[in-house]
C-alpha cells in the first residue's frame, strides 16, 4: 500500500512539472494606443508565451515558417502593454516544441497578411488548440473592421512582407471585449512601416522557429 501511494505521488509531481500558463502578452505598435484604447480600439501585436518562451507571426517573403519565438514581453519593434493569462495546460516541452514546429509549417512568412492572417490570428488560432480558448476581440478588431471594408485599403497595406530572409536558430527542448468603436484614419497611415518584425529590428534576440517537416 505504502510504496503504491509513493509510486502515485511521483507520478502525479512529475506530471505537475509540465504545467504551465498559455498568457498572451500585448504590445503596442504605435503610441496613438494611448489615446484610442479605452475607446475599444487600437492597433497591437500579440504573442502567446508558453513554457517560458513567446511565439508570434511575422512576414517576410518566402514560403518558410513565419513563426518566431522571443523572451517574453521583449520582442523587438514593438511597445509592450499588458499579459493576459489565457490558462494553463499540461504538455512536456518537448511535446509543445512539436506542436509549434507543426503549427509553423502552417504559417509561412509570405502567406502574412494583415487582414486575414496576421499575428493576432496566429495567437488566437495557437490559443484554440491549446486552451479551446480565443484571444479578447479587442486585440485584432483592426483586422474584424478592415475585413468589412478592406476595399478602402490599399493592396501594399493589406499584405506588406519583410523583404528578408529568416534566420533560423536550433533550440534544445529542455531548458472579454471592451466597448467598441471609432477609427482613425490616422492610425492606419503608420502601419506600412510598423506594423511588421524584421528579424534583426531591435535589441532583443528573434529565432524564427523552424517548421516540422512532413511525413515525418
Known amino acids: 500500500m505504502g510504496s503504491a501511494k509513493i509510486s502515485c505521488s511521483t507520478s502525479q509531481q ?14 503596442d505598435l504605435t503610441p496613438i494606443n494611448n489615446y484610442t484604447y479605452w475607446v475599444g480600439f ?7 508565451e508558453v513554457h517560458g518562451k513567446e511565439y508570434g507571426f511575422g512576414a517576410h517573403d518566402f514560403p518558410v515558417s513565419g513563426v518566431f519565438e522571443v523572451e ?4 523587438p519593434g514593438f511597445f509592450y502593454r499588458s499579459s493576459i493569462v489565457l490558462g494553463r495546460i499540461n504538455m512536456p516541452p518537448s511535446e509543445f516544441r512539436k506542436f509549434i514546429e507543426g503549427a509553423a509549417s502552417e504559417y509561412h512568412g509570405d ?9 493576432n490570428h496566429f495567437t488566437n488560432d495557437i490559443s ?16 474584424r473592421l478592415g475585413a468589412l471594408c478592406s476595399c478602402l485599403l490599399p493592396e501594399s497595406l493589406q ?3 519583410v523583404k528578408q530572409l529568416p534566420e533560423y536558430h536550433d533550440c534544445t527542448v ?35 522557429v523552424k517548421e516540422a517537416k512532413m511525413g515525418l
Open 14 to 27: 512529475q506530471q505537475n512539472v509540465y504545467d504551465t500558463q498559455v498568457v498572451l502578452n500585448v504590445y
Open 42 to 48: 487600437g492597433i497591437f501585436h500579440s504573442g502567446i
Open 72 to 75: 517574453p514581453k521583449n520582442c
Open 111 to 119: 502567406t502574412y497578411n494583415l487582414i486575414s492572417k496576421n499575428c
Open 128 to 143: 484554440s488548440r491549446l486552451i479551446g480558448k480565443h484571444i479578447p476581440g479587442w486585440v485584432n478588431r483592426l483586422a
Open 159 to 161: 499584405a506588406t512582407t
Open 174 to 208: 529542455d531548458g472579454t471585449d471592451s466597448p467598441s468603436t471609432t477609427t482613425p484614419r490616422e492610425s492606419i497611415e503608420i502601419l506600412e512601416t510598423d506594423l511588421l518584425l524584421s528579424p534583426t529590428a531591435g535589441s532583443g534576440e528573434v529565432a524564427f
